[in-house]
């Protein structure tokens, strides 16, 4: 995902039949890397370790990260994906932590697969968790697709943002507003911005061709966030924890379709 910022929406770009066939072979793969990783992702394992493995994966699928030296030249992303635990929101560096029983990992994978990208997270349990933990990660699923329910051709973009945000603060948690979607095609971040909380029926209209990443992080407390020292890991800032899933999303005439839906590996 990408930090909120002012951005102008002429320069959205619908995406081909064929150029829409390569962005579903590589949500295809990530599909598979994506059914590898969450049985890897384990007690005891540490997050360099799925990092590793990711990796690995990735040559085995032919895919290259997108996450990998990703930045400014001064502070690049050091891993292939990121994991982030817990209280981490997003952008979590794969490091020496080990993954311990009870707790929630967010996978968040973006990969290319002959130049077209497809992007996808999910947070996942690790072994037994709390009920709280449980109602987290449900309702931000489920906040997740009543975006995607909303992202039809003639709507407009944020009727996806406030279904989402409607959905998670009526169970009580808050929206993390300082990271949006986005636009995904031939880069991992294009045109328009999609946010995850806001008023309806603004924004540019929805159409065919379009391909955006809708990707709610949500809190069950502030939805404050702050940055470690590593100019990365963003947590929040009461040490609540934190949900994160995202979708690769095609807008069609006949719906939208989620190209990385995991039940469909």
């Not at 946010?195 to 379009?210: I, K, T, V, Y």
Request: glycine share 10%.
């Amino acid at each position: 995902m990408v930090r909120l910022r002012p951005e102008s929406d002429s320069v959205i770009t619908l995406k081909s039949p064929r150029e829409m066939e390569a962005m579903r072979e590589s949500a295809r793969r990530l599909k598979l890397l994506m059914r590898d990783l969450v049985a890897f992702t384990k007690p005891g394992v540490t997050g360099k370790e799925i990092d590793q493995y990711a990796a690995q994966r990735m040559r085995d699928y032919d895919l290259k990260s997108g996450a990998y030296g990703y930045g400014h030249s001064a502070n690049r992303f050091p891993g292939y994906i990121c994991v982030s635990i817990n209280e981490v929101v997003v952008h979590g560096i794969p490091g020496p932590h080990r993954v311990q029983e009870g707790d929630i990992v967010s996978l968040d994978v973006a990969v290319s697969h002959k130049g077209y990208f497809a992007d996808t997270c999910l947070t996942i349990p690790v072994g037994d968790i709390s009920e709280e933990k449980q109602r987290l990660l449900q309702v931000c699923e489920t906040a997740l697709y009543a975006g995607i329910a909303q992202a039809r051709a003639g709507s407009r973009l944020t009727d996806i943002s406030h279904a989402i945000q409607e959905h998670v603060e009526a169970h009580g948690m808050n929206v993390v507003r300082d990271f949006v979607g986005h636009g995904i095609g031939r880069a991992m971040h294009e045109p328009p911005q999609v946010p995850h909380f806001g008023p309806p029926a603004r924004g540019p209209l929805l159409r065919p061709g379009m391909v955006i990443c809708i990707e709610p992080q949500i809190t069950l407390g502030s939805p404050e966030i702050e940055f470690l020292p590593d100019g990365w890991t963003a947590v929040t800032v009461d040490g609540s924890l934190s949900a994160h899933f995202e979708h690769t999303v095609a807008i069609t005439q006949n719906g939208p379709v989620a190209l990385t839906e995991h039940r469909d590996n």
